[in-house]
């Protein structure tokens, strides 16, 4: 069963940025739009952004003019740039296809505190 695997989270202090990363498949990353999503304590999973093999994007509002999804198709790779982070944004962060299809992996821990 495939499982991406996230990585780049961390402790930053409000204001601050981070860079996630997530490694696909080829067979499945070049036909895929890949989203990220995330999980805050007590809150439902939510999708914060998602990208399309043509690069076309799009964001959770919370989000928009923050966060920036893009992938590089030669290392089947997606990212999100995350800046002007808030504590809001505290969750565990996780990739997988738009449609949520791939088993979920254990993410990649985001917490924005001073």
């Known amino acids: 069963q495939v499982q991406l695997v996230e990585s780049g989270g961390g402790l930053v202090q409000p204001g601050g940025s981070l860079r996630l990363s997530c490694a696909a498949p080829r067979i499945i990353f070049r036909i895929a739009t890949m989203a990220w999503y995330r999980q805050a304590p007590g809150k439902q999973r939510e999708l914060v952004a998602a990208?399309?093999?043509?690069?076309?994007?799009n964001y959770a509002d919370s989000v928009k003019g923050r966060f920036t999804i893009s992938r590089d198709n030669a290392k089947n790779t997606v990212y999100l740039q995350m800046n002007s982070l808030k504590p809001e944004d505290t969750a565990v962060y996780y990739c997988?296809?738009?449609?949520?299809?791939?088993?979920w992996g254990q993410g990649t821990q985001v917490t924005v505190s001073s």
């Open positions: 990208i399309t093999t043509g690069g076309n994007t």
């Open positions: 997988n296809l738009a449609s949520g299809a791939l088993a």
